[in-house]
């Protein structure tokens, strides 16, 4: 089940916090409860992708997304992502969380979102692809950084995202099914 009441826990928690700029890192404190875990009673690799979520809401909150989001009525996806694990995360484990913008190009916001133990390791690291969507489908990002007010450009997109990118575009979609 979708933690509802965890996603407005962090975002009545955060909603009086400074605004950020539109890459600026959010950061917030997340538990591994027992509902988060698997058969080796650590964080489950599924339900780390919805905890994240839990950091990218307050994020869009921050930096003013979500109030355009409600004015336009548009929506905010996923549209890909990869997860690097590293570090087991145990029931009851704190971690910080660390979320922001890298950078965008014309079709796509390319968000990272980390996880940090208490010891300063990193358990976990996220590359989001997020697409706004309008009625009409994708909403260009240079239109969204319009509806914010900002007519900021994309900051450098790194070579490492760049490459992840390109592995996409490579990748033959829809998948191949077999003959049989």
Same mark, same amino acid.
């Given at each position: ?9 962090? %975002? &009545?928690?955060? =909603? +009086?916090?400074? *605004? ?7 950061? #917030?404190?997340?538990? $591994? ?48 992502? %990869? &997860?690097?694990? =590293? +570090?087991?995360? *145990? ?7 660390? #979320?922001?913008?890298? $950078? ?77």
């Amino acid at each position: 089940m979708y933690p509802f009441i965890r996603l407005v826990w962090q %975002v &009545v928690k955060h =909603r +009086r916090d400074a *605004r950020l700029p539109l890459t600026g890192t959010h950061v #917030s404190t997340h538990y $591994c409860l027992p509902w988060d875990i698997d058969l080796w009673w650590e964080l489950n690799n599924g339900r780390t992708l919805t905890i994240f979520d839990l950091g990218r809401i307050p994020l869009a909150q921050r930096v003013g997304l979500i109030d355009v989001l409600r004015e336009k009525g548009w929506g905010l996806t996923v549209a890909g992502s %990869v &997860v690097r694990y =590293r +570090r087991r995360v *145990r029931m009851f484990d704190r971690i910080e969380m660390r #979320s922001r913008a890298t $950078c965008w190009d014309e079709r796509f916001v390319y968000v990272e979102q980390s996880m940090w133990k208490r010891n300063g390791e990193c358990s976990s690291h996220a590359l989001l692809r997020m697409a706004v969507t309008g009625k009409n489908g994708i909403v260009p990002p240079g239109e969204v950084m319009a509806a914010l007010g900002r007519g900021d450009e994309s900051p450098e997109m790194p070579e490492w995202i760049a490459r992840w990118i390109a592995a996409e575009d490579a990748r033959p979609w829809p998948p191949m099914q077999d003959a049989d």
